[in-house]
């Protein structure tokens, strides 16, 4: 899992890695069936126990006790997106055509270009903010790691939540995932085919956008704001299931 960037000798030198602590583990947890399948090749007559536990949120961490009483104010007329976390360094087949898409709006649609804006907050690739400088995309904002509680009141302020999704790993439910869905934000999940966009698509929680197709999404999601329904929660998905308490 993971390893599809390796060289051979290298994948076997990784998986050889795994087979051995795998077999020294008396349990082996993960947070997505694909993965627990995985391991429990390793597994012989049972041993280790392979289960899974899924990833949730904590709905006391979206309570107003835990907001700064000033924060950053909206940015009006705008479609505001917003990411938070980690953007990994291997998301580059997903972000890249995300920048080209941005890019050719900008000239073919600068009207429309001008009502997005795409705030990251929290740890990326420095190569990914120099593409951005060099393609001329004034409509991403890089802001750094802030405090966790402001990091909710973003998630609260924003019109739509993004994931960007390696190509190996399009099945595991972060949880940041949940925590943009307990706030009845919309997804836009930049990814490859795989669970985590088909579970989107399939309980209508946001956008599935992939790499050949952010241009013609970016213009739906354009269009949905202008007819008034990206804010409209159509899901009926029972967020509550996946609390810590659950």
């Known amino acids: 899992l993971g390893m599809s960037s390796l060289g051979q000798s290298r994948l076997v030198y990784e998986q050889e890695l795994e087979k ?5 583990a008396d349990a082996v947890i993960t947070v997505a ?58 998301t580059e087949s997903v972000f890249y055509p995300f920048l080209d898409a941005l890019q050719k709006l900008k000239t073919e649609n600068p009207t429309d270009y001008k009502l997005l804006a795409f705030d990251f907050y929290g740890n990326y690739p420095a190569k990914y ?19 966790l509680e402001e990091v909710y009141q973003q998630i609260k302020q924003a019109d739509l939540a993004m994931l960007f999704l390696n190509d190996d790993f399009t099945f595991p439910f972060s949880t940041k995932f949940y925590e943009y869905l307990s706030q009845h934000k919309k997804i836009a999940v930049f990814s490859r085919p795989g669970a985590m966009p088909d579970f989107v698509k399939k309980h209508d929680l946001g956008y599935v956008i992939q790499p050949g197709d952010v241009y013609e999404q970016l213009q739906t999601i354009i269009a949905d704001y202008r007819s008034g329904q990206l804010k409209t929660w159509t899901s009926a998905l029972d967020i509550s299931r996946y609390t810590v308490a659950y």
């Open 33 to 90: 069936d694909e993965m627990t399948n995985y391991f429990s090749r390793y597994a012989k007559t049972g041993k280790p126990e392979c289960v899974t536990i899924l990833n949730g949120y904590d709905p006391d961490d979206f309570g107003g006790n835990n907001l700064p009483t000033e924060t950053a104010q909206p940015t009006q007329d705008k479609i505001r997106f917003v990411f938070t976390g980690t953007l990994y360094d291997q």
């Open 20 to 24: 051995q602590t795998v077999g020294r």
């Open 129 to 147: 903010k120099k593409q951005v400088t060099e393609k001329g995309i004034d409509v991403i904002s890089f802001r750094g790691v802030i405090k």
